[in-house]
């Protein structure tokens, strides 16, 4: 399948989460703190690379593969290369939001499912702390039905897009390289895309 299908398919998944997420939040009445990046910090942080080809694409169609690339290959940090730390102008967080993989957009805001099949809502400890009371009502009510976006589900969908992009989870460092070489590779031989194919 194309890179632009591929990025087409992911984009629409995503916009399937934003209107889960936003029933989620408006249900639930947690929410981020304005600003904040904090989980973007975690070295942990684990992606697929196919979560992150819509970003490789846009870097690609604006000239600014390579360059990633090259920053990438040579960086040891763990943190997320997208993420913006804090300076006079920012708090420090996503540096590119609009592109910000699957991962991103279902920590604090979706569930995973437990050994006994319960749905256990995965935040932040910001939210659980600072939001406690709306935490504990919505886990409560996430017990008895209430709509969540759900990790494997929205995991199943990616992986039938791409399984061999989709299936692995690597650093997230590791995904966005990955995702870069993938757009790189498939243009090498072809024609530039026009900004319609994106
Ligand atoms: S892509 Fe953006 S939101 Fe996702 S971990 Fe990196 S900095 Fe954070």
Not at 70 to 80: G, I
Not at 104 to 121: E, H, I, P, S, V
């Amino acid at each position: 399948m194309s890179i632009a299908r591929r990025v087409g398919l992911v984009e629409n998944l995503f916009h399937q989460l934003e209107i889960e997420s936003a029933q989620f939040q408006q249900k639930s009445g947690l929410g981020c703190v304005a600003g904040c990046g904090k989980c973007c910090t975690y070295p942990t942080i684990e992606a697929s690379p196919l979560e992150f080809l819509p970003w490789a694409f846009h870097l690609f169609l604006n000239g600014e593969a390579e360059k990633m690339l090259n920053t990438l290959n040579k960086t040891q940090s763990l943190t997320c290369l997208i993420y913006t730390p804090s300076s006079i102008l920012n708090n420090g967080n996503c540096g590119n939001y609009k592109y910000r993989g699957l991962i991103c957009r279902l920590f604090g805001f979706a569930a995973n499912t437990d050994k006994y099949q319960n749905l256990r809502l995965a935040t932040c400890k910001i939210i659980k702390e600072g939001q406690a009371a709306n935490y504990t009502s919505t886990a409560e009510a996430i017990q008895k039905g209430l709509s969540i976006p759900v990790f494997t589900e929205y995991y199943m969908q990616l992986n039938q897009i791409d399984f061999n992009m989709g299936n692995i989870m690597l650093p997230v460092n590791k995904a966005l390289k990955m995702a870069l070489e993938e757009v790189l590779q498939y243009y090498a031989y072809r024609p530039f895309p026009n900004e319609s194919a994106a």
